[in-house]
């Protein structure tokens, strides 16, 4: 007699379930890796031509700081007119005039500009750490002070103990 062999309905089941799922979670991964290699290749491609540029602005600059210089025009200025009336300068030697309401700009500008820097300069000197160090260096100058004014200190004691030493010795040797 040969015995059937059977499996259970609920065990089909469980394991076309596990083969499904098995056969989902490769899928996601075959899609996921797709997509890191796809950004992957856009992000070296976009970084390639990153490189690109900047050789290309590298070699314009090479270029530009080994080219030789054009000499520059010097002009020496002697005094030898004093009390003259200075001579017009041409146009082109002019400072060019800037229309109130822009020089009005470009001082509120640097003003702003300034106080600015100088607010965010009180900004870090208040900050937490720069007190702490600032109140460690002044402990460490109060010890040294202290620990110089007591060798100081010991020096004048030992100093005038031994003039009044010297004036005892050579009253009794009298």
Known sequence: MVEEW??????VVAAAAAL??????????????AR??????????????ETDGLRER????????AAPAAPTRTEEFV??????????LDEARRAPAVPAPLFADLVLRESVVQAASLAAGVRRALAPEARNRIRF?????????????RADLRAARRD???????????????
């Open 20 to 33: 499904l799922a098995l056969l989902v979670l490769l899928l996601v991964l075959a899609v996921s890796g």
């Open 79 to 88: 005094i030898t007119r004093a009390g003259e009336p200075e001579p017009e």
């Open 137 to 149: 260096e002044v402990r460490r100058e109060i010890r040294r002070s202290r620990k110089q004014r």
């Open 36 to 49: 890191a290699r796809s950004r992957a290749r856009t992000e070296l491609a976009a970084a390639r031509a």
């Open 6 to 11: 059977s499996v259970p309905g609920w065990a």
């Open 160 to 174: 005038w103990e031994a003039r009044r030493r010297g004036t005892l010795d050579e009253g009794s040797a009298a």
């Open 58 to 65: 590298l070699d314009a600059l090479e270029r530009l700081v």
